[in-house]
């Protein structure tokens, strides 16, 4: 059972433009939510986080907005840099700390075009 | 260190070999997580330390994987009698225990049964 859901394997985007990546979740005991970002031959790399108290929380490029009553979040990234390219994780957690183990769904690889 | 290290960072074992994994957290970190994550999918929780605590173990997929801290800092993750099922990347973070930041993964450590 995902509880986690990233549907979109891939995502192409040119460069300068708006990236939106998505993530649904089924656990209504999760409350705060993160989103990494992973190289090749790499860990995964905390990006942004949300706690289920707030629906926006933005970090200079990104933003990641959670909708709880649809069970969705996602992530924005304007404007867009192929440096930006990677798979990225979204994940949840039951409680806001790290003391919690981290629910991740599948990835989504985003492609920034020059 | 200023980072997570793992070691090895790629391991080939016939299939019934034992494999010993190990982790060096960030220095003063309490807690250690064990991730697996194999190919294609998110990460996927193993077992939690505090300190030199196993407080979550539930993650464990067999009674053939057995992990230890027993001085609060270096981890070791032990499989024994590898089976082919058991190739993935084997990721280890840490965190302080009150981070609202997430954790900080290793690279990992890619085993491979054959």
Same mark, same amino acid.
């Given at each position: 059972d995902q509880q986690v859901k990233q549907n979109s394997p891939s995502l192409s985007v040119q460069e300068g433009r708006i990236s939106i990546l998505n993530c649904d979740y089924t656990? @209504?005991?999760?409350d705060y939510f993160l989103w990494y970002k992973k190289y090749p031959a790499e860990g995964p790399t905390f990006l942004i986080s949300i706690s289920s108290i707030k629906d926006k929380n933005e970090d200079g490029r990104f933003t990641v907005f959670l909708n709880k009553s649809a069970k969705h979040l996602s992530l924005h990234i304007v404007p867009s840099q192929p440096g930006d390219s990677a798979v990225y994780f979204c994940a949840a957690s039951? #409680? #806001?700390?790290? *003391?919690d183990k981290l629910t991740f769904g599948t990835g989504t690889r985003l492609a920034v075009r020059p | 260190g200023a980072g997570v290290s793992q070691s090895p960072r790629y391991k080939v074992a016939k299939r019934g070999q034992d494999v010993a994994l190990r982790c060096d957290p960030? @220095? *003063?970190?309490?807690s250690l997580f064990w991730y697996q994550q194999a190919l294609g999918q998110g990460p996927e929780f193993l077992t939690y330390f505090q300190n030199e605590a196993?407080? !979550? #173990?539930? *993650?464990?997929? @067999? !009674?053939r994987f057995f992990a230890e801290r027993p001085e609060g800092s270096v981890s070791t993750l032990k499989i024994q009698r590898t089976q082919q099922e058991d190739s993935a990347v084997y990721l280890c973070a840490s965190s302080s225990l009150d981070s609202l930041y997430g954790y900080t993964f290793g690279s990992g450590t890619r085993l491979t049964v054959v």
């Open positions: 656990n @209504s005991m999760f039951g #409680k #806001k700390s790290s *003391g | 960030i @220095s *003063g970190h309490v196993q407080l !979550d #173990k539930s *993650g464990l997929p @067999s !009674d």
